[in-house]
């Protein structure tokens, strides 16, 4: 397996742009994670999916963010409209189902809102 | 709540000095416990885990970690630095929340290490 993908890599964006970042999990992994990492805030856990469905959105920071998994193999969170303080590196990450089971990361896409 | 306490944002050892990266945990039942290690411009990779079969888990790259309940640690070491082990590094536990299993991260520490 290829691990997880994301795209793009970076974006850079203009204030107001909407944004769609794009993951594919591991096949067979029954969760999906989005997470935002700063410095100011270090790694923020935005929602996650359990089959396809989303379990917890607490973390989403405002209404301008949404996420999405039509099926297994397929993810986006979105930002509309974006803010500059949006700026952030995005994760994927997703896992099989037990609490030992670890998480694998994808490589991120690096957020630059103008 | 869960939460995960990293000590120190920030730790700086001479090459071939020990390593040692703490990590103290909340939890009222057993957990599940996880360091990472995120190197500059990647994800997040598993360096250990723990998982009740012993309280001394070994990982990746010589690291090493210590489960314990009494003290609610989980301190990741390595007994010689290496200039390739400068990077963050993550604890994480993972309890069951509502039927699925949740995983909080600490905020991090970033590992130091100079000739």
């Known amino acids: 397996d290829a691990g997880v993908i994301q795209s793009p890599r970076h974006e850079v964006t203009e204030m107001g742009q909407e944004v769609t970042l794009r993951c594919k999990p591991i096949s067979g992994h029954d969760y999906l994670f989005w997470y935002r990492q700063t410095m100011m805030r270090g790694l923020e856990l935005l929602i996650y999916?359990?089959?396809?469905?989303?379990?917890?959105d607490s973390g989403m920071p405002e209404d301008r963010f949404s996420a999405k998994m039509p099926n297994a193999s397929f993810s986006t969170l979105k930002i509309q409209p974006s803010e500059p303080r949006d700026s952030a590196v995005y994760f994927c990450?997703?896992?099989?189902?037990?609490?030992?089971?670890?998480?694998?990361f994808g490589p991120g896409t690096r957020l630059t809102v103008l | 709540a869960q939460s995960v306490t990293q000590l120190g944002s920030h730790v700086s050892v001479s090459e071939g000095a020990l390593v040692l990266l703490r990590c103290n945990y909340s939890?009222?039942?057993?957990?599940?416990l996880f360091w990472y290690v995120q190197y500059p411009n990647q994800g997040l990779q598993l360096l250990l885990k723990y998982t009740s079969a012993a309280t001394l888990v070994k990982g990746i790259n010589g690291f090493e970690a210590e489960f314990k309940k009494s003290e609610t640690s989980f301190h990741l070491t390595k007994p010689s630095a290496h200039m390739s082990d400068a990077a963050e590094y993550f604890c994480a536990v993972t309890t069951l929340v509502r039927g699925s299993y949740i995983p909080t991260f600490g905020r991090g520490t970033s590992l130091i290490v100079h000739p």
């Open positions: 990450a997703s896992s099989l189902s037990r609490g030992q089971d670890e998480q694998f």
């Open positions: 999916f359990n089959n396809n469905v989303p379990i917890d």
């Open positions: 939890s009222s039942v057993p957990p599940y």
